[in-house]
């Protein structure tokens, strides 16, 4: 069966570098989605992306984030310079439709130091 | 927004038993969503409901949707130390999906 895919499954950086996370999403599938969790806390919606361009943002979605689809398969968020607040699970989704179900990837566990 | 609202937050509960999670949801929405999280785990899609009066069963879990009360149900029958998690109950709004802030269950032998 078709999922998403994540790497790393876990990345250390320390603050003010810069990382990428990467995803895969399933095939067909022409939506994308970045989500986040603190530790402890609710899943909460970070961007949304569609014909290769941001559909919505979040709050927390500020400059310091940016997502890109550089080619056929990957789709990325780039943190430019981690805060220690950044630590999080950050899941990566997609869908076929705006409407249609989305399918999770098993997360990217960062952590900032 | 929408709002997600789950109870209770906390449960613990001796195996055998029976018990319900709850989650309203304020706005109309197409599909709802139950997930389980173990401990700094990745999320498990259990249910994904779409209709008024949807009911899904999987083992001991059994989740139901009124979309006139806007609230869902996930039930636990018989509970075994196994199903100790944290269940998310998640609704489909605007193209994004809106997470509750999940009921940590726990299980007691």
């Known amino acids: 069966e078709p999922e998403v895919t994540q790497t790393p499954s876990h990345q250390v950086t320390q603050m003010g570098q810069e990382v990428i996370l990467r995803c895969v999403p399933i095939s067909n ?66 869908s076929y439709g705006g409407l249609n179900e989305q399918f999770f990837g098993p997360g990217t566990r960062l952590t900032v130091l | 927004e929408l709002k997600v609202e789950q109870n209770p937050l906390f449960l613990s509960m001796q195996e055998g038993k029976n018990y319900t999670i709850y989650c309203n949801y304020s706005t ?22 779409l209709s008024n009066g949807a009911v899904k069963q999987e083992g001991r879990l059994m989740a139901s949707l009124d979309t006139k009360a806007r609230l869902s149900t996930l039930h636990i029958t018989a509970a075994v130390h196994d199903l100790s998690a944290t269940y998310f109950c998640a609704v489909d709004w605007d193209d994004k999906i809106i997470f509750g802030k999940g009921t940590r269950l726990h299980i007691l032998p």
């Open chain 1, 29 to 94: 599938h022409l939506y994308f989605y970045w989500y986040r969790q603190i530790l402890g806390q609710k899943v909460e919606f970070l961007v949304s992306f569609y014909n290769n361009e941001i559909s919505e943002k979040s709050e927390i979605f500020d400059d310091q984030f940016s997502v890109e689809r550089p080619d056929g398969s990957n789709f990325t968020l780039k943190i430019r310079s981690t805060k220690l607040e950044d630590s999080a699970m950050y899941f990566c989704a997609s």
């Open chain 2, 28 to 49: 109309t929405s197409d599909r709802l969503y139950w997930y389980r999280q173990d401990p700094g785990k990745s999320l498990e899609s259990l249910f994904v409901l």
